[in-house]
């Protein structure tokens, strides 16, 4: 039959009991297919994650520029990850850090939230901030 209409014979589920088959173009199926993959791949939208980084001794004009750079990340909507580097003997005072964290954290909590509150990671400490929708 399928010589006949001139198309392929293509096994659709061969566990089933008997197996299925269908007649169909099997290289119109096969374009069909990657493209509506192609489009679904296209109509995902990937999250970005920006970074910002800080030291706990960083002066209070850079912390309000860091500050307006995380706004802008946050408005183009990708998620921003506050890393606080400690260096030497900094990390035996780990509160500095968590207070400069949740300092940013309330400046910025109009338009976002906080993914993953601050945790300490080896010499570096890091918060996870997420756009509000």
Known sequence: MAQQQEVDLVEVAPEASPP???LMDYGKYIYSRTKREREARKAQKAVEVKEIRLR?????????FKIKR???????????????????????????G????????????????????????????????????
């Open 20 to 22: 299925v088959c269908r």
């Open 56 to 64: 706990p001794k960083t002066g209070e004009h850079d912390i309000l």
């Open 70 to 96: 995380i706004r802008t990340f946050l408005g183009d909507g990708a998620k921003v990850r506050v890393r606080i580097w400690f260096r030497g003997r900094e990390i035996s005072h780990p509160d500095i």
């Open 98 to 133: 968590r207070e400069l964290l949740t300092r940013i954290a309330d400046a910025v909590a109009d338009i976002s939230s906080v993914e993953q509150f601050p945790s300490i990671e080896g010499q570096t400490m890091y918060m996870l901030l997420s756009p509000k929708r």
